[in-house]
Nanobody
Framework: ERQLVQSGGGLVQAGGSLRLSCAAS????????IGWFRQAPGKEREWISCMNNDDGRTYYADSVKGRFTISSDNAKNTVYLQMNSLKPEDTAVYYCAVGRGGYSEYNYARWGQGTQVTVSS
């Protein structure tokens, strides 16, 4: 019953934007930190962003800083990842997760199903 359901991925031209959604059900998302990760073909899963549950502070990897933004709509129990100025190297499967927060994927106990983001040249 406790689930994270992702949506909003797709194909976009370089320089374009997408907004990924991560909707929680069966629990209150804001009780946990949220993390965003991505995994490109042939690469390790990469931490890209997280948001603290206690103070709402956000953190971003250098690769996405200034282009990606986390926001939270607690009334909808949903977190968003706004992705602007997308580059072909952003192409990956994107995952949201909830847990203790921080950089390590092992700090996150529950994961969304992932959504494909493809950025064309």
């Amino acid at each position: 019953e406790r689930q994270l359901v992702q949506s909003g991925g797709g194909l976009v031209q370089a320089g374009g934007s997408l907004r990924l959604s991560c909707a929680a059900s069966g629990f209150t998302r804001d009780d946990y930190a949220i993390g965003w990760f991505r995994q490109a073909p042939g690469k390790e899963r990469e931490w890209i962003s997280c948001m603290n549950n206690d103070d709402g502070r956000t953190y971003y990897a250098d690769s996405v800083k200034g282009r990606f933004t986390i926001s939270s709509d607690n009334a909808k129990n949903t977190v968003y990842l706004q992705m602007n100025s997308l580059k072909p190297e952003d192409t990956a499967v994107y995952y949201c997760a909830v847990g203790r927060g921080g950089y390590s994927e092992y700090n996150y106990a529950r994961w969304g199903q992932g959504t494909q983001v493809t950025v064309s040249s």
